[in-house]
């Protein structure tokens, strides 16, 4: 058995993946029990899915302090429902039954400002206890919870300067291969023979990321400007070559790449003779791309990137 405890004052209903707090209409200090441990779950088909789960100890259901969500579960597992009054104190014993592969587990409650609780496997010369408080959150919004019209989506006010996205160029064909190859053999009175073979191959529509509003560096915006970069509101936006006060980096993706190779191929053959029959071949390739591989190699950006020429005179 492994085991901790958790204490912290509740100052609202919370809303976790697997625990639910809600509020109670009486004031007091709680104790509930959870256990981690190996179980099954029933999908809607009847197959029994093999997880892991936190479970409610005999002594919090009798209490109802802690509960399964769904109560005709019956052996399947269910999520858990935890009851308790905002500004109570509530103390989570925390068992961990896993395998033994899994040698710590560890809760936390969802947006709670409190601390980190953790179950250790049981050692030599007791349990392993832990706990670790971590910083308050200054987060106030909670899916779920709170998050309801958190966003005007009646004016643009909410969604600070910057928002990026990426596009498809809407002439956007698919890649093309052209193939032009000449061969020239000659045969030799032993029967063997020798090929000398030329392949062209051209690609074309192949895909390009364009960065048509990324920022110039401060080095180059001074150089062309001669003013620092801006600051303040706009700081991220004002810089950027197409749109100065909403957009950031927007990417378009264009099928405006192209490839080449040029080959020279070298084939001598001799066939099946005296027991011995084999090739010899040699392949001279000379092949570069534009294009064809998105985001790793394959950016454009915009000429206002690039710090302007230095005049000079002939």
């Known amino acids: 058995m492994r085991f901790n405890q958790l204490k912290s004052t509740l100052n609202k209903a ?36 093999p997880m892991w789960g936190y479970t409610c100890d005999a002594a919090s259901i009798t209490a109802k302090t802690c509960l399964p969500s769904n109560p005709n579960a019956g052996a399947n597992w269910s999520p858990v429902v935890i009851t308790t009054t905002p500004g109570s104190n509530l103390t989570i014993n925390l068992t961990n039954n896993l395998p033994a592969a899994v040698p710590e587990t560890s809760l936390v409650i969802v947006g709670q400002l409190g601390e980190l609780v953790r179950g250790y496997r049981t050692v030599v010369g007791g349990d392993r206890k832990a706990r670790r408080a971590f910083p308050p959150s200054s987060q106030t919004v909670i899916a779920g919870l709170n998050s309801a019209n958190v966003v005007n989506s009646n004016s643009t006010n909410s969604l600070l300067p910057g928002i990026s996205m990426m596009t498809l160029n809407p002439n956007y064909p698919p890649a ?87 080959a020279l191929q070298l084939n001598y053959q001799r066939p099946f003779k005296k027991g011995v029959a084999y090739q010899i071949f040699y392949v001279y ?4 791309r534009v294009g064809g591989n998105t985001f790793r190699d394959n950016v454009l950006y915009p000429a206002a990137n690039f710090a302007p020429g230095v005049p000079h005179s002939r």
């Open 14 to 49: 919370v809303l976790a993946v697997t625990i639910l707090l809600l509020g109670a209409s009486a004031s007091f200090a709680q104790t509930v029990g959870l256990t981690a441990a190996p179980t099954n779950a029933l999908l809607p088909d009847g197959q029994q899915v």
């Open 285 to 288: 390739s000379r092949a570069f």
């Open 176 to 262: 093309r291969v052209r193939d032009v190859n000449m061969t020239i053999e000659q045969p030799f009175k032993d029967g063997s023979v020798l090929r000398v073979s030329y392949v062209f191959t051209h690609g074309s529509n192949l895909d390009q990321n364009y960065q048509y509003n990324n920022a110039p560096s401060t080095y180059v915006w001074e150089t062309a400007t001669g003013t620092t970069p801006p600051t303040g509101t706009f700081a991220g936006t004002a810089t950027r070559p197409y749109d100065q006060t909403t957009w950031g980096g927007n990417v378009v993706s264009l099928k405006t790449g192209w490839s080449n190779d040029s």
